[in-house]
């Protein structure tokens, strides 16, 4: 009786059968940091998705601000929101293109574990921070995710390794989906090594562009007849339309172009769009102002606290591996360097609330207990 195939050789097989020739096949994966036995049911990529999903950090993105600042509406978008939203948006467009969907949906899944409370604001505010007291270095979403794969969650593979040892693949995906709040243009996708990488990058900006705009409007911040008139007749009056056309765009430009990208008019209107929310939106002084303060001052407190006073983060650094050289973690704890970056790790893994209750029991006195 001839023995059957594992269930993932048949699907390696339908993959090279059915996929693009521009496309990243699980079976010809880079590898890993640590060697692992294969799985007889998923493919590399398949197992990645599956670690990030059930990953501690995914699940804190529930209670991380994707625009607005602890909602009390039941609608408003947070970071897992945006993280689901991008991955359904890459994903229709790599089955479009015949590209890895696995690989996609890894990538997608895995692209915010890093961002700390609070949005784009909490990271530039945590970056100000940490170049304050290190000349070198700084703090970056998008970095700060693949360290979040590749230390700071539980180990796979073996017990002396930390991080979810993710494949060459999704990691590079991962570390280079992001210019942040700024203008990408099609050149800067080249440093995306795989075709499904630069997917998830261009779905980023489709989803964050018209959900941010769309909790804007829900939350009466910009209205609809504020919205650029070149964006209402050439994109359309509501999300579901706009991200229709720019997906379609995407889709019909690559395969004619062969490379994955936007028409030259659809990249101008995203620009125009942009630029919109930044003035609108994300940097409106007037609307958010005295809010970013705040957030400032909690986050800027509590930082300087846990920097100057080390032994507060003991508990939170003594479930990694000590760094080569050193005896204990409080000897350490001494080096600046070691210890901003642990303090960045330990900021930037919390919640909205939690960073909040946190400063509360740091810096609010207690009622007298009589």
Same mark, same amino acid.
């Given at each position: 009786?001839?023995?059957?195939?594992?269930?993932?050789?048949?699907?390696?097989?339908?993959?090279?059968?059915?996929?693009?020739?521009?496309?990243?096949?699980?079976?010809?994966?880079?590898?890993?940091?640590?060697?692992?036995?294969?799985?007889?049911?998923?493919?590399?990529?398949?197992?990645?998705?599956?670690?990030?999903?059930?990953?501690?950090?995914?699940?804190?993105?529930?209670?991380?601000?994707?625009?607005?600042?602890?909602?009390?509406?039941?609608?408003?978008?947070?970071?897992?929101?945006?993280?689901?939203?991008?991955?359904?948006?890459?994903?229709?467009?790599?089955?479009?293109?015949?590209?890895?969907?696995?690989?996609?949906?890894?990538?997608?899944?895995?692209?915010?574990?890093?961002?700390?409370?609070?949005?784009?604001?909490?990271?530039?505010?945590?970056?100000?921070?940490?170049?304050?007291?290190?000349?070198?270095?700084?703090?970056?979403?998008?970095?700060?995710?693949?360290?979040?794969?590749?230390?700071?969650?539980?180990?796979?593979?073996?017990? !002396?390794?930390? +991080?979810?040892?993710?494949?060459?693949? %999704?990691? @590079?995906? &991962?570390? *280079?989906?992001? $210019?942040?709040? #700024?203008?990408?243009?099609?050149?800067?996708?080249?440093?995306?090594?795989?075709?499904?990488?630069?997917?998830?990058?261009?779905?980023?900006?489709?989803?964050?562009?018209?959900?941010?705009?769309?909790?804007?409007?829900?939350?009466?911040?910009?209205?609809?007849?504020?919205?650029?008139?070149?964006?209402?007749?050439?994109?359309? !009056?509501?999300? +579901?339309?706009?991200?229709?056309?720019? %997906?379609? @765009?995407? &889709?019909? *430009?690559?395969? $004619?172009?062969? #490379?994955?990208?936007?028409?030259?008019?659809?990249?101008?209107?995203?620009?125009?769009?942009?630029?919109?929310?930044?003035?609108?939106?994300?940097?409106?002084?007037?609307?958010?102002?005295?809010?970013?303060?705040?957030?400032?001052?909690?986050?800027?407190?509590?930082?300087?606290?846990?920097?100057?006073?080390?032994?507060?983060?003991?508990?939170?650094?003594?479930?990694?591996?000590?760094? %080569?050289?050193?005896?204990?973690?409080?000897?350490?704890?001494?080096?600046?360097?070691?210890?901003?970056?642990?303090?960045?790790?330990?900021?930037?893994?919390?919640?909205?609330?939690?960073?909040?209750?946190?400063?509360?029991?740091?810096?609010?006195?207690?009622?007298?207990?009589?």
């Amino acid at each position: 009786m001839q023995k059957k195939k594992p269930i993932r050789i048949v699907v390696e097989e339908l993959e090279e059968k059915n996929l693009s020739s521009i496309a990243t096949l699980s079976s010809k994966s880079r590898g890993r940091i640590y060697k692992e036995k294969k799985c007889n049911i998923r493919t590399d990529f398949q197992r990645d998705r599956d670690r990030i999903i059930h990953s501690k950090s995914l699940r804190r993105l529930k209670e991380k601000t994707q625009v607005f600042f602890f909602p009390l509406g039941d609608h408003y978008r947070t970071r897992l929101i945006h993280v689901l939203e991008v991955s359904q948006i890459a994903r229709v467009i790599g089955r479009a293109l015949k590209l890895n969907e696995d690989l996609i949906e890894a990538i997608s899944l895995g692209h915010d574990l890093g961002h700390p409370p609070f949005g784009h604001i909490g990271e530039e505010i945590l970056n100000k921070k940490y170049k304050e007291y290190v000349s070198s270095g700084g703090f970056k979403h998008n970095e700060q995710s693949l360290r979040v794969v590749d230390f700071l969650e539980e180990g796979y593979g073996s017990k !002396k390794t930390t +991080g979810l040892n993710l494949t060459w693949e %999704v990691r @590079d995906g &991962i570390l *280079n989906h992001s $210019k942040g709040l #700024k203008e990408i243009k099609n050149s800067d996708l080249n440093k995306i090594s795989t075709y499904e990488g630069i997917v998830v990058a261009l779905s980023d900006r489709i989803a964050y562009l018209n959900h941010d705009l769309d909790d804007a409007i829900r939350g009466g911040v910009i209205k609809t007849n504020e919205i650029p008139k070149e964006i209402i007749k050439n994109l359309g !009056k509501d999300s +579901g339309k706009r991200i229709d056309v720019m %997906v379609k @765009d995407l &889709i019909n *430009n690559s395969l $004619k172009s062969g #490379k994955i990208e936007f028409s030259e008019d659809i990249e101008n209107l995203i620009d125009i769009f942009l630029l919109f929310l930044k003035e609108k939106l994300y940097y409106n002084e007037k609307l958010r102002g005295q809010e970013i303060r705040r957030i400032e001052m909690v986050m800027s407190n509590l930082f300087d606290f846990y920097v100057e006073n080390p032994e507060s983060i003991l508990n939170f650094v003594k479930k990694y591996e000590l760094p %080569v050289s050193y005896k204990t973690w409080e000897d350490a704890l001494t080096f600046l360097p070691i210890r901003v970056r642990y303090v960045c790790d330990y900021i930037s893994g919390m919640s909205d609330e939690f960073l909040l209750l946190n400063f509360n029991e740091t810096f609010i006195p207690k009622p007298w207990q009589i």
